[in-house]
């Protein structure tokens, strides 16, 4: 890319350097007088003018584009035309003059004039027949030119370098002697440094042995602890011989300090070690104590499940024997009722006519009645069905679960007894209470008979254990219920009784008034949600209708953009439109191109109302021209790059203008040439 701007810059606002001096200029006052238009020149200097085209060397706006894309361009060349407005000889006589006036001056030595005069009968824009004969004397007096200074070059080259040699002897001889001196002041210098350096190093050691033996006798009495009895012994005789030892070389305080050092680092590493071991040990045997700890545990908990097992057997087993005996008539119905169960789930396990048969012939038995001959016919069936595994699991399983609803219709019946019990003993305590809290105040023929009722529930209490427990809770229910008609009868109500009665009327107030208020609290809660519902549903209606009004603004925005974007877009003229869909790197070129100042200068432009042309015309002129390039541009553009591929590169560089790729090779040599062509054609 930067290749490509550099090249393109170029071509488009540089022009051929050509310089021409004024014929007249070079010819003496008697050549002049050959030429009439020479003496016409001296009598009239305006008539003569001079063009200058200029490119600027330091045009901000191509200078900005080239930074833009990482290309820099410096510096100016100029171009000087001298056109004279009248000439009353021939162009070969003017070319000749400047061939002969040109060898003139080579051979008095001015090669500079010389080569000027050659070089204008020599230009390619200026045939003549003495344009080859300047060429060749041009070519030779620069060869020998090149060769006069080519040998004074290597002359002073020569004499150069021998005062070069002459001077580095000189100088390689001082370095010597110079570095002779040096060497013997180093190695002085490098003896002193030794002294200091030995008494720096002697000093630092003693340092270093002071603290790591006071660092060793800090780890001396741990190590005692510890039982490290063979660190301990090497770190006692250590201590004894360094505190014991008069003569302190240097070798000796770097043994002392190396020893010390190596003994400090062991010893933590040793105490690590035995710590770690120590507290594994101690670790292993807490884990060793808390495995007994929870075998021990572990047996008294399976002691204890046992237990409770042994115990709830026990409970079952009495359970059991309070199950009255079955009769022989309700094992038979039992079997009875078995077979019937087990063969419509297991309709295979029995011959069904078997089966059949021996159900018409125990039929009896389910109406309640077994004589001896329905008990062979069971016995005999029996010893056949037996032979089923499955049908004795099934009947085994079945006298569980009768033996379980047995159970479960003692439990009951135990703790309906338990309940009567109590419901005994309270009346009982109702009776005594009430006599004794009412002795002065009771009639003489209440008193009797309220001891008689006291004195039968202690009888009824006393006896019942002695009876089966469906007679006891038969008794005990007689006994309460006609007790409790005998206090509800006489209104005997003790003071306990009264009070109860109170507390509970007053705990149902409290607990209808806290019914109230919670009634209450949650109609009020459930006002403030309403009230905090229709607030947010009020917050997001006004949200809505928000967005709805920023939506309508925005597509009101957008549609306003649009309509000026179509009236700006009508507005332009078409070539206006044509660059709005025109290559981004065309545009680019085009708006430099359009900055620049064109093929007139402005100094020109300025000077053109002396020759009695307008201003506006040299504007026009540099207009044209740029506006010209710029149409070429865009149209060479199209036709070279499918509009597909400009609009994809164009969408590329609105997104990021520093993207790669956006121009390939075979386009940057098409934009690397495009300005040469459009100045062309």
Known sequence: MKKLLTFFLITLFSSTSLGYESYCDTLTANEKKRFDFCLAQEKDSGASL???VSKPSNNNSINNLLNSFGVSLSGTSSISYDVKDSYAGSSNDYYRDALMNGNKAYRNGDLQRALFLWEVCANQYNPSQYQATCRKNMSNAIKAADAKKAAARKAEANRKAAARKAESDRKAAARKAEANRK???RKAEANRKAELERIAVTEKTEKIIAVELEKLKDSHTKLKNLKLYSLTTKASKLINEIENNTYYDLLTLLDYKDSLININAKIPINIKKEEKRIAEEAKRIAEEEKRIAEEEKRIAEEKRIAEEKRIIEDEFNKKLALIPPETALEKAQNFIYDLEEFVGKNPNEF?????VMFKINTRLISEGILNNELKNTLESFKTLVNESKAFNNFQKKKKEERNKIEIAVIDKLKSDVY???SRLDNNASILKTYLAENLSSLSVDLIPL??????TLKTIESEISFINKKDQLKTLKKANQATSNFILENNIVTKLEITKKKKKAEDKKKEERKRIADAKKVADKKKAAERQRIADAKKVADKKKALERQRIADAKKVADKRKAEIKRVAGLSDKERERENGHFFANIICKEAEKSAGPIPNELISL???LGIGASTGNNINSSFNTGMCDCFQKRTRLR?????????????K???KADNLVNESEALFFATLSLTCALF
């Open 419 to 421: 309940y009567e019990i």
């Open 50 to 52: 001079r063009i200058q």
């Open 351 to 355: 011959d069904i006519t078997e089966i």
């Open 183 to 185: 060497a013997a002041a």
């Open 450 to 455: 309220i001891i008689e009722k006291i004195t």
């Open 641 to 653: 790059i499918s509009p597909e591929r400009i609009k994809d590169v164009n969408r590329r560089y």
């Open 608 to 610: 053109l109302p002396a």
């Open 655 to 657: 997104i990021n203008p």
